[in-house]
């Protein structure tokens, strides 16, 4: 996303396309049939690619790009569609829609909690809630 020289998508979407496949492979080592990276309930990797793998909603929309339904993407396909479905990661993490519009901010070089004039940080706007406090 941070991409603005649209002539590199190509070699990005490849280098990506690689990490995938080099992943599918791994997959299929370590759980061939199964859902998660290990065994039948989740995982620290599943856990922690689950907020990656909900980001590609954004590559999808302003990139057109999704990994592709074929057989060498078939187990990565498997992984994330059953980790991002899970109510309990859906939960824990900003709604496709926020994540296209902070992805977008991002890659305008809004960083580190900072927006653009006249939105509000993501860091901000949930600071009237009652229910947590978020400390950094």
């Not at 995938?20 to 199964?34: A, D």
């Not at 977008?104 to 809630?129: H, I, Q, R």
Request: charged share 30%.
């Amino acid at each position: 996303m941070t991409n603005q020289d649209r002539s590199k998508d190509q070699e990005l979407i490849d280098k990506r396309l690689k990490v995938y496949r080099e992943l599918n492979s791994k997959l299929l080592q370590t759980n061939p049939e199964g859902t998660y990276a290990f065994g039948d309930s989740l995982s620290l990797p599943d856990y922690t690619y689950a907020s990656i793998l909900l980001r590609e909603v954004a590559n999808k929309h302003y990139r057109n790009f999704e990994i592709p339904d074929t057989e060498e993407y078939k187990r990565v396909l498997k992984w994330k569609n059953g980790i991002t479905s899970l109510d309990i990661v859906r939960n824990t993490c900003f709604d496709d829609e926020t994540i296209i519009k902070m992805l977008l901010d991002y890659s305008n070089g809004y960083t580190g909690g900072k927006a653009p004039p006249g939105k509000e940080s993501v860091f901000t706007m949930f600071s009237d809630s009652k229910d947590y406090e978020i400390i950094f």
